[in-house]
């Protein structure tokens, strides 16, 4: 029983105005990390298709969001990433904001007249801002339902994890030859593993891992340090390890991806799972991570995979956690991908005063995402084509191993008012 999707929803421009229309301005959406705007006088620009949002620390240590528009005649105020704003000074005119939004000061301001009190009536028109662990969302309706509701369980079901503790270390920003959905959805079924992840099958279970879909999020729960059930044949423990230490080696501090060692000794009984989840815990609690110690090898080794509708997805393990989020760019075939780096700091540690890096790309061209997300960017601009041939009217997925590109679409039916449903069920 598969369930179509039509394909303009990923090509058409008609579609995509609908989004910019109903969609972004309506829904809580990923900003930036913590770390971006930590401290007072810091700032992040947002840039999601026409929309743009600007975040500020005030010197009151309140992290504030407005939409990024001067009151005069428009003018975006801030671009990119900073700080050590004392005050917001359009570069157009120069009419002058302070850090909570509030208009003050006009060059010749007689001949505007009054511009109200203390000029808080033309002050920057405000943005709902709010944080889950290190993530900053924001959200243009200022009636929305508030954040912790719209991300409803997945807080308390990854609540073991602790994210608080995760520092965003990188950030890096891809334009993509896609639709922003054809990206998000590469990342929402693992399905793909088999044909474009190969290396991964002696090291990860992309079969059995349990999916769930909530109200507007999903969730995968992986396990690594183990083979697919697809291989036929079964890799020894050698081979597990050398996956493993070419698709994730920093988590047992094995960089060198092309040859991994000797795979470490499993005592009898034991597994190579358990093997390197041991490695995982112990360096964990060698970082002062106490608690891992008590953490089983699931909670250790596997990935905790959220879909946040609509454009976002958090991959939680214990010792790292990554953040892809696609935004769709100036047509419905260009998007950006954004993938932020978290690392796990112990609680003692203050957050870092250094901003996330701007990663850049290699000389060889190979962008500097790891291998993984190399292969899924190798795979957006090819799935993008071929929907735009004529003949393809409808996507054909699975309603169980892509349920949670179904329940994207479902959500996204919703936001749109798009009634009653065009998901076909075959
Ligand atoms: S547009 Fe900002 S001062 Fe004129
Ligand atoms: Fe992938």
Known sequence: MA????????????????????????????????????????????????LSVLLVRGDDLELRAFQNACRHRGSALCEGTGRDLIELRCPFHRWAYDLTGRLREVPSRREFGTLGPDGEE?????????????????????????LVDFLGAVPDDCAWARIDEFRCVAAVSIPAPCNWKTLIDGFSETYHVQGIHREMLPMCDDVNGPQRVWERHGKLQQSYGLPSPRLRDRPDDQSVWDAF???????????SQRDAGPAPDVPSGGTVRGVIAEIVRERGVDAGHDWFAS??????????????????????????????????????????????????????????????????????????????????????????????????THLTVSPTEECRIVNLHQNLEQYLGIAPSELEVL
């Not at 829904?27 to 992040?44: E, I, T, Y």
């Not at 033309?122 to 508030?146: H, K, M, Q, S, Y």
């Not at 230490?245 to 960089?255: A, C, I, L, T, Y």
């Not at 991959?315 to 932020?340: E, H, K, T």
């Open 3 to 50: 369930v179509t999707i039509p394909t303009a929803r990923y090509t058409s421009g008609d579609f995509a105005a609908l989004e910019n229309d109903r969609l972004w301005p309506r829904v809580w959406q990923l900003a930036c990390s913590l770390d971006h705007v930590a401290n007072p006088g810091d700032f992040h620009e947002l840039r999601m298709g026409p």
């Open 122 to 146: 033309f002050g920057l028109i405000p943005v709902r801002v709010d944080t889950w662990g290190p993530l900053v969302f924001v959200n243009l309706a200022l009636d929305a339902e508030p």
């Open 245 to 255: 230490v070419e698709v994730m080696g920093v988590r047992v501090g094995n960089n």
């Open 295 to 392: 953490l089983d090898d699931g909670h250790l080794l596997d990935m905790s995979q959220y879909n946040l509708f609509p454009n976002l997805t958090v991959l939680v393990f214990s010792d790292m956690m990554q953040v892809v989020r696609s935004r769709p760019g100036a047509s419905p075939d260009d998007a950006y991908m954004d993938a932020f780096s978290f690392e796990r700091v112990a609680p003692a540690n203050a957050r870092a005063r250094t901003k996330p890096i701007d990663l850049e790309l290699a000389p060889d061209g190979e962008l500097p995402i790891g291998l993984i997300l190399n292969q899924d960017f190798a795979n957006f601009g090819r799935s993008q084509r071929g929907l735009h041939q004529p003949g393809l």
